[in-house]
């Protein structure tokens, strides 16, 4: 069955019309009522990505997933991502297997390599590691995972003689997801290793990542890694609201403060015009933007064309104004989740006919 969960940045900034943006603190907190509506909604995770920058809030995802940890009951809590390249791999474990313990079994942790570059001189690391900080380190988490005294000699990373990591999580078999941007030599690495992958779909066709999940699919069984094991997830940007032209009015000005400032820093980025954003929230593009039924109907298809196992939606993706972000996360919840999950249970029974 598909799960589907949110995912956020605790996104600092100003909204549309008052030009005011919330302040980090404010915002920390708010990400708190906001993972037990998600929970209390039915809902089945919410992530939290890491950031060093002062357009999102949260730099230490894990300090708010337990916090959220505490006050839920059954949705999972993951990071989204920590980057585990500029982050020491023996605390990262030490530190979701204390949520493990705070939630009952109910965290998580995705890696990635981090889509922004500020922590690695904020901590010291040389950007021309890149490649090899992130495997090195990812190495060292799943071994920390697996074994609780360990015995490692880094190059980039500390050396352990005999040394033991404690807590240990809940969970016998913590997953540790890996996020990519669709990067094919990643998918590969990952698939070999076996780990479950998470792609961001924020541009583009969702269709043109096809090709890409069935070559991890491929390649991971074909490096003796079972079925079960390789889950494919996405997370994509988008707002749900009753009326579907009102949702995407509304979701435009706090995308594109985003996406604009993002293409101040990057060259293969640019300034997002409306007619772009258009053909984004239309029927083939990546963001699920509108009312719960042409959400749901627009997510149906892309679960099914690529074989998700799990859905997050990345809401919002610039600053809205808390009460309509909570009541976005209901209809999320109460109207497009069931028109999902009612999809695919009837299919697996026999039927496949849209109803909206």
Avoid: C
Avoid at 7 to 28: D, K, N, V
Avoid at 193 to 215: E, N, Q, T, V, W
Avoid at 272 to 285: A, F
Wanted: net charge negative; charged share 25%; no cysteine.
């Amino acid at each position: 069955m598909i799960e589907l969960g949110i995912s956020t940045f605790g996104e600092t900034t100003p909204l549309e019309g008052s030009g005011q943006s919330y302040s980090h603190a404010e915002r920390i907190r708010q990400l708190v009522d906001e993972i037990k509506l998600a929970d209390k909604v039915g809902l089945d995770v919410y992530g939290i990505g890491e950031h060093h920058r002062e357009d999102f809030a949260v730099s230490a995802p894990e300090i708010v997933l337990s916090a959220g940890a505490v006050q839920t009951e059954k949705i999972r809590l993951t990071s989204a991502v920590s980057v585990l390249s500029s982050l020491d791999p023996i605390r990262v474990y030490q530190q979701y297997a204390t949520i493990d313990a705070l939630s009952n079994g109910r965290a998580e942790i995705m890696a990635g390599r981090g889509s922004f570059v500020e922590s690695f001189p904020l901590f010291g690391y040389d950007l021309k590691d890149y490649e090899e900080l992130f495997e090195e380190k990812l190495d060292l988490l799943l071994y920390a995972k697996s074994e609780s005294k360990l015995d490692w000699k880094g190059r980039l990373t500390q050396t352990i003689d005999g040394r033991e990591v404690y807590p240990r999580a809940v969970q016998k078999d913590f997953p540790v997801w890996v996020a990519t941007g669709g990067h094919v030599e990643s998918t590969v690495k990952i698939a070999q290793r076996g780990l479950p992958i998470a792609y961001a779909i924020i541009g583009g066709s969702p269709k043109h990542f096809k090709p890409l999940l069935d070559a991890y699919r491929r390649i991971g069984q074909e490096s003796g890694h079972s079925e079960e094991k390789l889950k494919i997830a996405a997370h994509s940007w988008g707002w749900v609201m009753e009326d579907n032209e009102e949702a995407i009015r509304s979701y435009f000005h706090p995308t594109k403060q985003v996406v604009d400032r993002i293409s101040k820093d990057r060259p293969h980025w640019q300034e997002l015009t409306y007619e772009q954003y258009l053909q984004q929230v239309g029927p083939d593009g990546a963001m699920f933007v509108g009312s719960p039924e042409k959400t749901a109907e627009k997510l149906i298809k892309m679960i099914e064309e690529l074989g998700l196992d799990r859905f997050m939606l990345h809401l919002p993706l610039g600053s809205m104004p808390h009460a309509a972000v909570l009541r976005s996360i209901e209809l999320f919840g109460t109207e497009v989740a069931p028109l999902v999950r009612n999809y695919f249970a009837e299919k697996k029974g026999g039927g496949t006919e849209l109803n909206f």
